[in-house]
Every structure is written in C-alpha cells, then in structure tokens.
C-alpha cells in the first residue's frame, strides 16, 4: 500500500502497532475523515514503512548505546574514565584553595588525594585552659555540601564542656546555623573558638560544663589533668600534651 486512503462510508481499518504509529493516531485520522465532507483523502506521509527507532523506548536505548561508544572511545588509550565530581566536590575545592589558617591548625587527608571529601584537622591552642594540646577532628562532606553542613568529630577524648565523651561537638554553625555561605575555613576557627573560650551555657558534657560555671579554678586542674594522661572521676584520658 503507497498509501493510505479513506473514502466516505467505506473506511479501511488498519493495526496502529503493526504500523508502528504512536497510539491513537490511527483513531485521529478515522475521526477526522467520518467529518470530511471530501470523497478522498490522500496522507501521503504515512507509509507502509514507518522509522522503528521513532518509538519512545527505541530511541532511549539509541541513545544509551551511542553513550556507551562515546565513553569507549574516550577511554580508548587505556586509561581509567575520569570520575565526574560532584557539586559539593568542587566547592570543597574552592575552600580548601582558599583556607588561610593561623599557624596552630592544620589540615591533612588520610586517604590521599582521591578522597578529599574525608579529612582531619588538628587544632594546638596556643592560649587559655587547652594551652599546649593536641585536638585531632575528622571533617566528611556530603555530595550535597554546602547544602549541608560538614559532620565534625573529635578523635582526641578531651574534657570539654562543649565535646562530649563519644567526641560529638556542640558548635552552633554545624548545626542551627549553618548556611550555604559559610565554608571550611569557618567551621576550624570556631572549633578553635571553642578552646580559647569554653561554654558552659550550651553544654555536651554537662559534668564538665557545671564545674566550669561553679568553680573555674578546679576545670583548669581536670583538663591538665586530662591532657597529661590520666582519670577525671571516673573517665581516662589518653595524653595529648
């Protein structure tokens, strides 16, 4: 059949899926041809021989193999395919290109150069009760960063009013206020902050943070203590002077 004729009264029916037509397309052009005040209408774009790859499925799959070639070629030389980053990827870049840290902090990374998404930081207060210790936290950033604020811990068991004992850290940019702007920079100057100046007013170790309130004097002996390496009541400390 050349082509497709539709004569008034008399109107051949043919299969859509057979045709390989969208469906429905058959049914618009028999509606359209019982109105049609015309003995004959001729459609010469519609052959015997459609385009199998018009169908939805079978381009999408065209599709996914010319992907699939491309990616083979590119990687023709041997060669492992680049990871493609991730937003929160480069806009760690950014920060960690940007990090001016005073000389008592420093960052490292672990695991190499192929996963800076986990990192550590070491803070060495050089002034107030931690004066002269050694804090070790572990920085990991979700894909979604800086969406979502960085998930800090403390390695170093420290006696802290504002660090618990399992190392979670009560820091009010990591979490209520954390916002996009914000970047790693910030987050290691107030980690710093906290060891300069220690609050009792929003505790994580309320044991430490009750004695820093009442009486000052007997915190400054439990964190020398702490940090030389020994017991606070009932809890050992590792040294870390």
């Known amino acids: 059949m050349s082509e497709l004729e539709l004569r008034k009264g008399n109107v051949r029916e043919y299969d859509e899926q ?7 397309l058959c049914n618009k052009i028999r509606s359209s041809s019982s109105s049609s005040s015309s003995s ?21 799959k ?14 023709s030389n041997g060669k492992p395919p680049v990871k493609k980053q991730s937003a929160g990827e480069l806009r760690l870049h950014k920060d ?48 979604i960063y800086p969406h979502e604020a960085p998930k800090v811990k403390c390695k170093t068991k420290v006696y802290h009013p504002n660090i618990d004992l399992d190392g979670n850290v ?16 910030t987050i290691i100057y107030g ?19 009750a004695v820093l309130r009442d009486n000052p004097k007997m915190f400054e002996s439990n964190v020398r203590r702490a940090m030389a390496g020994g017991y606070v009541g009932q809890t050992f400390f590792t040294r870390c002077i």
């Open 18 to 24: 057979s045709l390989g037509y969208p469906h429905g």
């Open 40 to 60: 004959s209408l001729s459609f010469s774009s519609i052959t015997t021989n459609p385009n199998p790859n018009y169908l939805p499925g079978r381009m999408i």
């Open 62 to 75: 065209l599709f996914k193999v010319k992907e699939k070639q491309r990616e083979l070629a590119e990687n």
């Open 96 to 143: 960690i290109s940007e990090l001016n840290l005073p000389k008592t902090c420093n960052i490292a990374f672990p695991n190499g150069k192929d996963d800076l998404m986990n990192f550590e930081v070491t803070i060495r207060p050089d002034d107030g009760y931690y004066l002269g210790g050694t804090f070790t936290f572990t920085f990991q950033i979700s894909s």
């Open 170 to 185: 009560c820091l009010n940019i990591l979490r209520e206020d954390w916002k996009p702007v914000l970047n790693i920079n």
């Open 191 to 209: 980690l710093y902050h906290l060891f300069t100046e220690p609050n009792h007013e929003d505790p994580l170790n309320r044991e430490a943070a």
